[in-house]
């Protein structure tokens, strides 16, 4: 008997030992993440692309930018990728090797966002289907194309931190918050960049004159060219719509925006976004 309970006990520990696979995030959580992230817009090739199998042409000035492929399939998505590694490219902009990410890749948003919602993200993706779809390479101007300077970039303008509710402010006005400058990732687009393509962080969301592929994003402050005349109701309206308050629709690269990302967030976190842009500072628009 004791010689029985002893080989249970070793059995038990046995058991302990062995590395589990199982996702600690939560796929269904995850799938509304995809759509608050914005992914499905830059992963997903318009008119045909198969599901996050990267590859969309971003143009800039810098060069061409090429969408990587997020399904799980080993060989050109990140199906090897573990946990840590998706966490780490949301968290520090790194890949699996250690080189550093272009910030085309909102990680300098994304890194706002929970380790909760990053591993529920991660998990929805692993069950994606997986399509083999190698992507091209980058096509940059020298000295854009030299990936090792993007350690130079992150040590001058990445700020790492964390989101902070504010503790002054309502559960509502933080959810907004939260979405806009973490997940949302709408400054990336909507506020002015420098030479070297960081983000002005003395004029949030204040408007850019050369957005994705070259064209002007509007200013979604209160300031003159901005949303001055909006109502929260108008803000849910259009990320929810696509509907402006003169009675006409947004176009160009927002229509992606609310097809892929907004217009399937729920009203709660559309109010929660519209109460914080309605308390935000107003700002010229970016010229």
């Known amino acids: 008997m004791r010689n029985l ?17 199982a996702q600690s995030g939560n796929p269904a959580r995850g799938e509304y993440m995809l759509a608050a992230a914005g992914c499905i817009a830059c992963h997903t090739v318009p008119e ?16 061409t930018f090429f969408t990587p492929n997020i399904t799980p399939d080993l060989e050109t998505g990140i199906g090897n990728w573990s946990e840590e590694d998706f966490v780490r490219a ?11 990410y272009y910030p085309t890749f909102p990680y300098t948003s994304y890194t706002r966002m929970t380790r909760r919602d990053m591993l529920d993200l991660k998990a929805y993706l692993d069950e994606v289907p997986a399509v083999n779809n190698p992507v091209p390479k980058h096509d940059l101007h020298f000295p854009f194309g030299i990936r090792a300077s993007m350690v130079g970039w992150q040590m ?3 700020d790492d931190a964390p989101f902070e509710p504010d503790p002054d402010r309502s559960k509502t006005w933080n959810r907004g918050a939260y979405l806009v ?3 949302g990732h709408c400054g990336e687009c909507h506020t002015p960049r420098n030479i070297l393509g960081a983000i002005d962080s003395d004029r949030p969301l204040s408007g850019n004159t050369s957005g994705p592929g070259g064209a002007p994003v509007p200013n979604i402050t209160r300031g003159p060219g901005g949303i001055r005349d909006w109502n929260e109701d108008d803000i849910v309206s259009a990320l929810e719509i696509g509907l402006l ?8 690269a927002m229509t992606d925006v609310i ?3 907004t217009g399937k967030l729920t009203v709660d976190d559309l109010q929660a976004i519209a109460k914080y842009l309605s308390s935000l500072p107003p700002l010229d628009s970016a010229r």
């Open 5 to 21: 309970i002893r080989m249970l006990n070793l059995l038990a520990v046995a058991a302990l030992a062995i590395p589990t696979t």
């Open 48 to 63: 045909g692309g198969a599901f996050l199998a990267g590859g969309r042409k971003l143009k800039t000035d810098f060069g």
């Open 90 to 100: 949301l968290k520090e902009g790194k890949a699996p090797d250690g080189s550093r």
């Open 156 to 158: 001058m303008f990445f």
């Open 181 to 183: 400058n973490g997940p």
């Open 245 to 252: 308050p003169d009675g006409d629709f947004v176009g160009g």
């Open 259 to 261: 097809e892929q990302s």
